[in-house]
Structures are given as structure tokens and as C-alpha cells.
């Protein structure tokens, strides 16, 4: 099924991947400029990049619980991989406050970007997309 949804070179050479991770990261900085700033200040750039490959190549099962993830599995299997780019933008905007709030700690950083994704529930993943969906068209 994958094979048939996401770009051939997705995960051969991970071109597909790094790819999507590169236009998550830009959009972050064009979107959130606040949560960019406070990334660039504290240099969490590196760590940012890793855990969105994480989230890619792991199409978000080790860090949304089932509830949301059977939401974002309807709709990448409806919609193709533009859905996981939607969904990373989503997932920052959620918990835009919570990462900002984490002044100076890599660990805090980490510990949202990796444990409170599962503490996102479907309904505000739903009303969030909408509004975004509204946003750019």
C-alpha cells in the first residue's frame, strides 16, 4: 500500500523523505516565526529535523496514540503524503505554546515533540486541520 501512495524514492534512498522534512522545516519558519526564532536561539534546528524524519519515516506510529493515528492513516491513505506535511504543520501548531514555553531545555523540547503528541486528541487534530485547510486556500 505504501509503494502505492508515497513517491517511489520515499524510503529507497530516503530522497522522498528528506525531501518532505526539508518543506516541513521551511514552512515551520514561514508559519510560526515566533517557534522558529526560539529554535534558531536555541539551536534545536538539528533535533527539530531528526524528530520530523522520525515522525516521516515512522508515518507517526511511535507518537500519536491510535485514536489520532487511525484519523491520519484515513487520510493519508485518501490523500497521499501531502497529508503527513499537513499534519507535521498541524502538530507544531497544537503544541506551538507548550514548545515555546521550554525555554533553553532540549530536554523539554524533546520530551513534547516526542511523548505529547500523544496527549492530542482527534477532535482538536480535526478542528485544527480545518482551520489550517481554511488558512492556505
Same mark, same amino acid.
Given at each position: 500500500v505504501l509503494e502505492e501512495i508515497l513517491p517511489i524514492n520515499y524510503y529507497s534512498d530516503i530522497i522522498g523523505l528528506i525531501a518532505d522534512s526539508i518543506v516541513i522545516y521551511s514552512s515551520?519558519?514561514?508559519i510560526f516565526h515566533e517557534l522558529s526564532e526560539h529554535f534558531k536561539d536555541n539551536e534545536f534546528g538539528t533535533l527539530v529535523n *531528526? +524528530? @520530523? *524524519?522520525?515522525? @516521516?519515516i515512522g508515518l507517526f506510529t511511535q507518537n500519536l496514540n491510535e485514536e489520532v493515528l487511525n484519523l491520519v492513516w484515513d487520510m493519508f491513505l485518501l490523500d497521499g503524503n501531502v497529508i503527513l506535511i499537513q499534519v507535521s504543520l498541524i502538530l507544531f501548531a497544537i503544541l506551538e505554546n507548550q514548545l515555546l514555553s521550554n525555554k533553553n531545555t532540549l530536554k523539554g523540547v524533546q520530551s513534547i515533540l516526542s511523548d505529547q503528541f500523544r496527549t492530542v486528541t482527534s477532535k482538536n487534530l480535526l478542528k485544527s486541520y480545518f482551520i +489550517?485547510? *481554511?488558512l492556505i486556500n
Open positions: 515551520v519558519q514561514s *531528526n +524528530f @520530523l *524524519n522520525r515522525w @516521516l +489550517f485547510m *481554511n
